[in-house]
């Protein structure tokens, strides 16, 4: 048994073996209802209420025996089992431990596809360097089997969009995990740029070939971008802004349009850093061009904690398994501890992953770094509270909180123990996964 | 000469004396196929030539009592508080820590609190910036893997970290048959030598790395395969050239005068066919795997069915085959067509079929530092937990013919242990030590060790790592150089 709270002396999670038994009714009586639910349009819109031996709020300490309201899918109350009001015609579901719906901070699932054949494989576009004008919107296929497979882990909330791979590879955006269409899942349409500094997205002919050109490359289109904006705000006659409808200086061209947005502070540049110089040059290049920077992968960070926090940027760590090879060879299990010790915001992610297993999973990921120097809260912190303050959808998702979204993850013992299962997930107050898995 | 069915003792048993056994472990039948004669000279005169193989380490002169740990002994129950005496690179004796008698000489090492369980055996592994089989074909038996292993990788370090204590390191994937693959201790060693396995007859242990379904064919034509049908057909056709080749030795009687020229190639394969040798076979997709199953029948080898993606839909087949699975635990399907149905679940299924079950790394496909973490997630896709840790440890001996010296905490068999801070199926759980023949090779505790089991600056590879498959998306993912990837390209 683990403490959740970081100082040791809060609830505890429950081990897997006592909630089997303890539980053994609820996970029938929950397995039933889901069925039901999932049988059941009209029943899945219907409201829910969600029991947990532990509620673990990431707004406060956790709560025993508590207990999660949802209305027309908005969380409407949380708190101890019995001190809540369940309406009479609400469905009850129960389990050992229930926590926000998970949020992966970076992936690339649903362009990317589960069969990595030419036709599922979306994330990435080899025709040129820099191509932030590719949209997520235009590509994310929210039915992929990998989304599903996530969903069923209770991740709830995803960051994807165009992969590393190219110094400026496209855009990404922020998606719920289940929707028919891109846009009922969408929860963010542009999130960020994305761009790759270092061996992983040079070419070997033409350019770039080599880390000093790529930041050549990407000063000079941002240069460029700088002169595309101020055109765009003179009229053609250079007597002042542009009145409505007044042609300006120069036609539309999306590509610096986009990175004129990122100039402008309303997109951040994701830029994929692994090795300690290509972390300092992204750094650099961030305070060059007063860029806002969500710092990726960043394997070897731990050797610029000092530079990374004075510059005030959020990191979203490479998972914590990824391969230790490359520019991650000298990567660390205990890299999100000491980021998180020195203050650094932190969220965990799955990554891109070209070959097998073709997506990782964000919950995996933030239980080894529970397990190598974060507490269970912190760890937990990195795929729900602090993933969605990075990410800036703190208001909708990220806590269980009233009034935020009804994203739920249901475990049967410690959500980071190997052998507990996530029993289901709920999004929007809707069960959405009962596979125990 | 005839030899029979192999048999978990069969490795130990010197050539000259080599006698019909069956196996307990694998079932596979009366299967019975001659031997040769040529071959057991060849042995003998190996063994004439080779410097005393590295035996057990002789360092180790006091016994040392592991006293007051929590011990899973693998082949019995689970003993509380228990003690472990190892002495001379062996396990002396393991029991009850009230009940057991500690030699008065014996160095006694208090680990109450900790837990005791068999080093780990990995059974499918590619550490050590291995190269086998090159592009010139598809069936490449003449390779030996050991001849391409940098001992000083640091593969090894994560290894051991790993509570990792014996590996079948294997050449990949992207051939039908991409050379001999080599077991090893993981001993402290200065050259590839020092890590070897020697049987008791002196004959240098090791399988045949085999492969089907997509990994070994290749578009574009060439002497490689561009279908499962031709895959299988060049494996036959190969398996009866080997054949032939076994007759014309067996018939020479041992007269040098009617002997084939030597063929390094069709020697390994004569070790296959003598049933010495034992193929490990990579295989995903449910018909491939029935495929395996049908060449090892019409030619009649012993086989290790590796990674088994699909084993779940054919698990009694494989099971009524009496053929074990070397499992690949992935934390999700896809990645390619045949491993898309790949699930946590596979490991329970085949269990339950009554499949004796391993697992691997497939050290760089997952991370030696994490094998537990493989069996921990099939018991939570429904292994049961004595069957998860043995498939850790004394099934994946058994696939290596390696059960009477490894793989339990037995006494007799090998001091291959490791020291555990907590339950070995728990994410929290740190490997605190790692013993091989008596000498520790891991000790968290050590600033150098640490380095390599949780990573940092400096704790990067020699090489780079050998991808079974080749992807380019791979190459970028980590950011490797062309020149690195056209080097893997093989």
Redesign the interface.
Known sequence: MRSISPSGTGLVFRSTSQVDIAHAWRALLFACLVAFAVCNEAITEAQIAVRGDVVITMAGEPIRQGVVVIRDGKIAAVGRFGEVAIPEEFEVISAAVVTPGLIDAHGTAGLTGIFNQPHDQDQLENSGPIQPELRAIDAVNTREQLIEYLRSFGITTMHTGHAPGELVSGQTMIIKTVGGTVEDAQVVGQAAVAATLGPGATRSSGSPGTRGKQIAMLRQELIKAQEYRRKQNQPANDNGPPRDGETTASARDLRLEVLAQVLDGQLPLLVTANRAQDIASALRLAEEFKIRLWLDGAAESYLLIDEIRAARVPVILHPTMTRAVGEYENLSFETAAKLVAAGIPLAMQSGFEGYVPKTRVVLFEAAMTAAHGLTQEQALATITRDAAAILGISHRVGTIEVGKDGDLALFDGDPFEYTTHCLGTIIDGRVVSSIRR | MSRAEFGSEACYVPATKIIAQRSENWNMGNRHIAGCQWACVTFAMVLALLVTPPKIAEGQEQPLAFIGARLIPIDGPEIERGTLIVHGGRIIAVGDQQALAIPAEAQRIDVAGKTIMPGLICTHSHVGGIGGADGSGPIQPDVRIFDSINVRDSGFR?AVAGGLTTLNIMPGSGHLLSGQTIYVKLRRGHTIDDLLIYADDGWLMGGLKMANGTNSIRSGGGPFPGTRGKSASLVRQHFIKAREYADKVERAAGNPDRLPPRDIGLEAMQEVISKRRIVHHHTHRHDDIITVLRLSVEFDFRVVLHHVSEGWKVADEIARAGVPCSVIV????????E??ELS?ETGGILERAGVLVAFHTDD??T?SR?FF?SA??A??GGMTRSGALAALTLNGAKMLDLDRRIGSLTPGKDADFIILDGDP????TKVLETWVEGQRVFDRADSEDRLYA????????DQ??Y?C?F????????????Q?ITQQQD
């Open positions: 994560r992935i934390d999700s399907p896809g990645g390619k067509l491993a898309a946590f760089y496909i991370d994490l973490r921990a997630l018991v939570r199926l728990s994410v929290y949780v990573g940092g600056f400096g704790a990067g590879r780079e790592p991808f498959c992807h380019e998306w791979m190459m970028r993912q980590y950011g490797l150089s062309q690195q």
